[in-house]
């Protein structure tokens, strides 16, 4: 397999698999209200995992005993 046909099927793997990804969020809050969840319930539970992988990164990049995080000296 070439090198352009290598990197144009990674490609288009990526793109079907984040077609999935982004389908599967944008529908869990409206299955969830559907089955009768609270808009408070909605909420939390949409926004649980989406919060750990966001602030998580970002704490772990602001770490300064991290080998690669970043500190008010280097900012």
Request: hydrophobic share 50%; no cysteine; proline share 5%.
């Amino acid at each position: 397999m070439g090198a352009w046909r290598f990197v144009v099927a990674f490609g288009t793997v990526s793109l079907l698999a984040d077609f999935v990804h982004e389908g599967a969020r944008s529908i869990t809050g409206p299955v969830l209200a559907h089955l009768g969840a609270t808009a408070a319930v909605v909420g939390i539970v949409t926004d649980a995992g989406y919060t750990p992988g966001r602030d998580g990164i970002a704490i772990a990049a602001a770490h300064p005993d991290l080998p690669y995080g970043l500190t008010d000296k280097q900012v």
